[in-house]
């Protein structure tokens, strides 16, 4: 599975955004989807993850009520869309695709592909 993520950009804060992660290969829909984020000089951290048929999600508590994860398996996409943004939302912003784990998959470790950054950059 290749990942190709997209939707980054410079907001104000309070501001919205919508990332998109679309994955190429007709198993898409297999795969629980995941999204990360790194900030210079910080660990990737978990961000939020909707399991294989959508019917599940799992967001961090610094994100939970401000972000929601969404796919569409006919599209073999999967989107973030981040509202109330702040600036300590500040990240390359990761999507990955998980096989085999049990849920909620939540440690970068269990994922088996990436795909590429995109940056969100959030202004005071």
């Known amino acids: 599975v290749q990942l190709q993520a997209s939707g980054g950009g410079l907001v104000q804060a309070g501001g919205s955004l919508r990332l998109s992660c679309a994955a190429s290969?007709?198993?898409?829909?297999?795969?629980?989807m995941g999204w990360f984020r790194q900030a210079p000089g910080k660990e990737r951290e978990f961000v939020a993850v909707?399991?294989?048929?959508?019917?599940?999600?799992y967001y961090a508590d610094s994100v939970k009520g401000r972000f929601t994860i969404s796919r569409d398996n006919a599209k073999n996409t999967v989107y973030l869309r981040m509202n109330t943004l702040k600036p300590e939302d500040t990240a390359a912003y990761y999507c990955?695709?998980?096989?085999?784990?049990?849920?909620?998959?939540?440690?970068?470790?269990?994922?088996?592909?990436w795909g590429q950054g995109t940056q969100v950059t959030v202004s005071s």
């Open positions: 990955a695709a998980d096989a085999t784990s049990g849920w909620p998959v939540i440690r970068s470790y269990e994922y088996d592909y």
């Open positions: 909707i399991s294989w048929s959508g019917g599940s999600t």
């Open positions: 290969g007709r198993t898409f829909s297999r795969y629980n």
